[in-house]
């Protein structure tokens, strides 16, 4: 089956020349390798044996009780995914692909470092090189995984351009790749991209959407009346609600970082932006009017960007999925109010999505059953975490 | 009917009667005055102007085209202060801009193919748009009679080549290696090979850039194809020149020696 290379309008392959090649070899490797049962082995084991998929659906009714959900809040639990969030999924397929494709060295581009830290993860267990480069401000912000892709035998590469975060790390990423291409796959870390990448992606997260949809049916007979996911590059989000695009009744709702508020900076290109190229993709874009790329703010490094991949914009136009936001200080207190009332401390990306069910409870609410995905655990998170609400280690 | 882009462009090369000399000036650095009295030194010894619109994210190029960039940027330049600048050029050798798809289609692709042509631009150089995705921009380009550049890479094979050829207009812009501006290119067989098979398959000229530092690179390339770029080496004299006479000095004897070497 063919790689969808646009969705809409969006999406494409702008690119300097010398990666064209590569694209094209990675699109007929993808379209010849999703269906080889070789290599879907391979990965179904490792997905079920190495990251313990299926991840759990999890009914928590503290929270549902709270912000008055009386259909029931679901956690589609991609925190308990091998490294702690939702990126496994793509970073893992992608090894086993360049692996295929006789690729000798990985790169990667990190924000909050999951998916960095899977990129290393995947590399060390296939055993080939990885380099991943990080904003140097999500390096601070985001210490522990800077260690944690050490530890795993990743060469971690401070990016100082720009605002230091991972828009700067992309394209420090894609630089390398570049020069690097012969050698080199680089695994981009969300739906974003030149094509094929946002479809691989897509499908590689499209297991979260389509395990989910059993599970609800399964426990609940009945499928859920609204599907919230945060949006960064748009991964998670994309994963899941690709399992329920054709259910119509089921409302689809994507959380962009809302960062500071309606007159501050912010993450939220979709709501914001208008369509514009960065990263080798046409898609929304926070830019001013001569086009130059604006700096996108969030409390959360994984959601700290200004582009979208280009199916959330594609999903936008038509209609099929609401985008909203979540400010910083919402995401911060439904971070808070997760981990005491569910003892699940999540990633403050997954908050934004938290956030916007508890402010949003009343709408959701009508549309029966709230199915969150929780792309990931906020280990990495308690420093910054902590700093912002007070919380610390001394006695 | 005044000539368009491409007539111009391929005016010079008949005229040139050996390679060319392709200069860049990234427009507002360190200023926009400043880049404006470089891009006039070099307009006497250059044969072809090659004149940077900033951007925010520039994946084709290295760290000096970026800082340059981002320095431009800082200084508040726009894209309409550079245009601004090849209109003051006109009298001299076509300017060709080269700048990233995101500023082109900001304002609309006619829009800014209209504004550039209307001061006297002669070609546009978009390295983030391939052959492939560039259809609707050649046509705003052709109808505003401005040529858009192809790139060719290492890394593009025959066929490519052919349909990047296919297309051409002016003359295409051959990538040296493989990687991002900035670096160093070494005249080797693999480069030789490179020149050779870009030229049977492309019908219009061919210039190379990316890494050509010195004059004695540019003199074995002139030696294959039929121009040379020089761009992050320009960009560090600059840089590195302790005041702004020293750099108009820099400059000025930087393409001097170029020139001189291309035509002795
Ligand atoms: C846990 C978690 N959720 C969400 C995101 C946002 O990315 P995406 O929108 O691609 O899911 C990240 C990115 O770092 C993340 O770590």
Known sequence: ?395 | MPESGAERLEQVFRDAGGPLFVPYVMGGYPDIDASRRHAQILAKHADIIELGIPFSDPLADGPTIQAAGQAALDAGTRPSDVLDIAGELRDGPPVVVMTYFNTVIAQGAREFLGAAADKGVAGIIIPDLPVDEAAEVRDAARAAGVALIALAAPTTDDARMAEIGESAEGFVYLVAVTGVTGGEMTMDDRLRALVDRARRHIPVPVVVGFGVRTPDQAEQIGELADGVVIASEIIRRIRDAPDADSADAAVDDFGAGVAGALRP
């Not at chain 1, 960065?278 to 926070?286: Q, R, V």
């Not at chain 1, 439904?334 to 999540?346: H, K, N, Q």
Request: overall charge negative.
């Open chain 1, 1 to 395: 089956m063919s790689v969808n290379m646009r969705f809409g309008p969006y999406g494409g392959r702008y690119v300097p020349e010398t990666v064209i090649g590569a694209l094209d070899e990675l699109t007929e490797a993808y379209e010849r390798y999703r269906e080889d049962p070789d290599y879907l082995s391979e990965l179904g084991v490792l997905l079920g044996h190495y990251v313990g998929r299926p991840t759990p659906l999890y009914r928590a009714r503290r929270l549902e009780e709270a912000w008055g959900i009386d259909d029931g809040l679901w956690f589609k639990r991609e925190d308990l995914c091998h490294t702690g969030a939702h990126k496994i999924n793509n970073a893992l397929g992608q090894v086993l692909l360049a692996k295929r494709m006789g690729k000798q060295r990985i790169i990667a581009e990190t924000g909050a470092g999951q998916h960095g830290v899977a990129t290393a993860t995947a590399s060390a267990l296939v055993g080939l090189g990885c380099r991943v480069y990080m904003g140097r401000t999500d390096m601070q912000r985001q210490r522990l995984n800077v260690i944690r892709m050490r530890m795993l035998g990743a060469e971690v590469h401070p990016v100082d351009s720009g605002s230091g975060t991972l828009k700067d790390a992309t394209s420090e990423a894609i630089r390398d790749w570049v020069t690097n291409v012969d050698t080199t796959h680089y695994i981009i870390g969300s739906a974003v991209g030149p094509a094929p990448y946002p479809e691989i992606v897509a499908d590689l997260q499209s297991v979260i959407g389509i395990e989910s949809r059993a599970q609800m049916l399964a426990e609940t007979g009945r499928l859920p009346g609204s599907v919230v996911a945060c949006v960064g590059g748009g991964s998670n989000a994309i994963g899941i609600f690709r399992g329920f695009l054709d259910d119509a009744d089921v409302a689809l709702v994507g959380v962009e970082a809302g960062g500071e508020g309606p007159s501050g900076r912010h993450g939220a290109s979709l709501a914001q932006g208008r369509p514009g190229v960065l990263h080798g993709s046409y898609s929304y874009l926070l830019q001013d009017p001569d086009g130059q790329v604006a700096e996108a703010h969030s409390v959360s490094a994984g959601l700290d960007y200004p582009g979208v991949g280009p199916e959330h914009s594609h999903l936008r136009d038509i209609g099929r999925v609401s985008y909203v936001n979540a400010t910083d200080e919402a995401a911060l207190s439904a971070f808070l109010e997760c981990s005491r009332m569910e003892g699940l401390i999540p990633a403050l990306e997954t908050a934004h999505a938290l956030a916007h069910v508890r402010d949003g409870a009343a709408t959701l609410r009508a549309a029966g059953p709230v199915l969150v995905c929780l792309s990931g655990r906020g280990d990495k998170d308690v420093d910054q975490a902590g700093a912002a609400l007070g919380i610390d280690a001394s006695a």
